[in-house]
C-alpha cells in the first residue's frame, strides 16, 4: 500500500534560517507530488505540485521542491523562512495508476521565531 | 469568490447520535472527498465522489455514510457506528479525479460528548 513519510513533525527556525522538509513515499510506479500547506486559521492550501518534467518544481512564496525518483522523496525547501512562514505543511502522493487516491502525510508543524 | 463551504464549524453530539456535516461547493468540480485529520496522523480518505449519484469509499469509511444527489453537495453522515468520531473533518473537491490538486474547506470539528 502507498505510505506518506514526513520525517519532521515539529521544527522551530529563526527568521532567515534555511528549511527543508523530508518527504519520502512507498510506491513504485509513476507518482504525482504534492505540498500542501495550512497557516493558521486558514484552509489547506496547495503549495507546489510535481507531475512530470524538471525535477525541481518551484511554488508560491519562495517554496520550491525537489522530486528524487531514486530516493522516492520529495523534499520541501526554502533559502529563508519568514515569521509568516509559520504553518503546518503536508506532503501529499497521488499514483497515476491504480485509481486516483492522494495519500497525505502525517503533517510538519513549522514555528519562525521573529 | 468560488470555494469550498463547511458547516457548522463547530459540532457537539451525544454518544448514539448520528449527524451530518454539510459541504457545498460553488466551483464546478466534478469530485469531492471527505478526509479526516487527527494529530500527527495527517489526513486520512473517508469517502469521495467522482460524479453525482456515484461514490466510493475511501480508507476509514465504516462508520460513515454520503450521498452526492447535487454535483455541488456532498454531505457526510456521522453514524453512531463509528466508535472514534471526534476529530476535524475535512472536504475538498478537484475538477477531475486523478493527478490534480485539490481545494479544501474549512473544515468541521466534530466533539462527542
Known amino acids: 500500500a502507498q505510505s506518506v513519510s514526513q520525517h519532521n513533525h515539529h521544527v522551530i527556525l529563526s527568521e532567515a534560517a534555511s528549511l527543508e522538509l523530508g518527504c519520502n513515499y512507498s510506491?513504485?510506479?509513476?507518482?504525482?507530488l504534492f505540498w500542501y500547506v495550512q497557516y493558521p486559521g486558514q484552509h489547506l492550501q496547495l503549495l507546489l505540485k510535481?507531475?512530470?518534467?524538471?525535477?525541481l518544481v518551484k511554488g508560491i512564496k519562495g517554496f520550491e521542491a525537489e522530486f528524487i525518483k531514486s530516493k522516492f522523496s520529495f523534499n520541501l525547501r526554502k533559502p529563508s523562512v519568514q515569521w509568516s512562514d509559520t504553518a503546518e505543511y503536508f506532503c501529499?502522493?497521488?499514483?497515476?495508476?491504480?485509481?486516483?487516491?492522494?495519500?497525505f502525510g502525517a503533517g510538519t508543524r513549522l514555528f519562525v521565531k521573529a | 469568490d468560488g470555494g469550498i463551504t463547511q458547516s457548522p464549524k463547530y459540532l457537539f453530539r451525544k454518544e448514539g447520535q448520528n449527524v451530518t456535516l454539510s459541504c457545498e461547493q460553488n466551483?464546478?468540480?466534478?469530485?469531492m472527498y471527505w478526509y479526516r485529520q487527527d494529530p500527527g496522523q495527517g489526513l486520512r480518505l473517508i469517502y469521495y465522489?467522482?460524479?453525482?449519484?456515484?461514490?466510493q469509499k475511501g480508507d476509514i469509511a465504516e462508520g460513515y455514510s454520503v450521498s452526492r444527489e447535487k454535483k455541488e453537495s456532498f454531505p457526510l453522515t456521522v453514524t453512531s457506528a463509528q466508535k472514534n468520531p471526534t476529530a476535524f473533518y475535512l472536504c475538498?473537491?478537484?475538477?477531475?479525479?486523478?493527478?490534480?490538486?485539490?481545494?479544501f474547506g474549512s473544515g468541521t470539528r466534530l466533539t462527542v460528548v
Open positions: 475538498a473537491s478537484s475538477v477531475a479525479t486523478g493527478p490534480v490538486g485539490y481545494t
Open positions: 510506491y513504485g510506479g509513476t507518482v504525482n
Open positions: 510535481y507531475f512530470s518534467g524538471d525535477p
Open positions: 501529499a502522493v497521488n499514483a497515476r495508476t491504480g485509481g486516483f487516491k492522494t495519500i
Open positions: 466551483l464546478n468540480h466534478d469530485a
Open positions: 465522489s467522482q460524479i453525482v449519484n456515484d461514490f
